[in-house]
């Protein structure tokens, strides 16, 4: 339940120790704001990372849509990891079998296990998937998240698929951390984009915003964004526990 | 329609230079037949493909799980692909929003859209998925499969789900050239695994049948059993041609 302050919650998360990792930075530092770093040069991700370091509980990559990685930009993400204290989120979406997941979340040139404390993955190919991933990803202390909805236009992650996503999601409690989704569902959740964080976090009732380019767009103060969307997110989910008295 | 000869299906696709060429390269090899290259290490994977090169219409790559990826093995399956008249598919079931799939395909380190004549995608994020590939994959001349149905246990893309994937493929016929699906679906479309190739191509009408341990697992003779695969998934075509008549 996205109900109770996150330092409560932690109690929640007795088998998942990334999940309780996470609730406890968003407490220690205040920040519900994780930043989507959509960039395709590692030098420029590495750049928005050390800006808005101080700011997010998480960061949120897509590794491969960058040009020129290679382990070194791992190596100089784990740094900035250590030093500013926020968990690293890829947004593989994983969406294969699970003998075929294993093998991308674990090895190919990403290694994504090994650094990514969070990933996702749609439920589509039934609980195989999730099995799959647990194998790799459990052993080494990490969280999944299930995309349960999409925002984009004309998804196929309504109704019953949702419901599906949800049960099977509840199947793995030891693996599965939470949800992405749009709107307010039984469960711990990562919250969507493009909308303000008093719609996210206050309406419905996310526990994480995510924000790209309204931060590190084309003429922004990437670090005075970050704080506006920290103080924000974290005044909307004050909002919000005052409205659960 | 999957009926009618290979041959003859080509004018189907007026629109598509790679569904032409693939139909083309199956009626010229006579063979439906496509090796899935499940393997982690680059040279494996290379002698599988100089191996069943003969025998195959498509080779399909899981790019990610390439533990020692790097261009020069891109570079040496070009020079396979050229020397043998294939077609190379990635299996890369792509997930996510328009925007992100577009740097998935073209960008990152593999650089999809230079090398896979075809891709394949969920329909889950709606239309905006096949917009997003397409804008990359179009002014190649590249090719979609859409996963209307998996094969997976649990699997959520069954029922409205499917009739939707159908749906959005009929809006994108200049770039979507068939589904991957187990049973016969209205339109051009790849088979699945695991299945006989009499029970793939004859009964459920599939153009192609996709095989991955069952040619190159332990203790097998790769050529024997390509050779093998090739007559089967031939022979169960022409057995579908004589039933249509």
Redesign the interface.
Known sequence: MSSGTYAQRVNNFSQNKVARKLLETIEQKKTNLCVAV?L?KKRQILEVVEKVGPYVCLIKT??????D?DQGFIDELCILQARFNFLIFE?R?F??????VK??YS????KIAEWAHITNA????????IKGLKEVGKPLDRGLLI?AE?S??????TGS?TD??IE?ARRHRDFVIGFIAGRKLTGDRLGQQYRSPTDVILKSGSDVIIVGRGIYGEGRDIVKEAKRYQEEGWNAYLERLKLEK
Chains 1, 2 share one sequence.
């Open positions: 959509d395709t897509h590794i491969d849509i960058i040009e990685f947004d979406k969406a294969d079998i699970g003998n075929t093998l991308q090895s190919g040139i990403y749609h439920p589509i190919p039934g609980d195989g998937i995309l999409m984009s236009a004309g998804s196929l992650a698929y599906a996503a099977m």
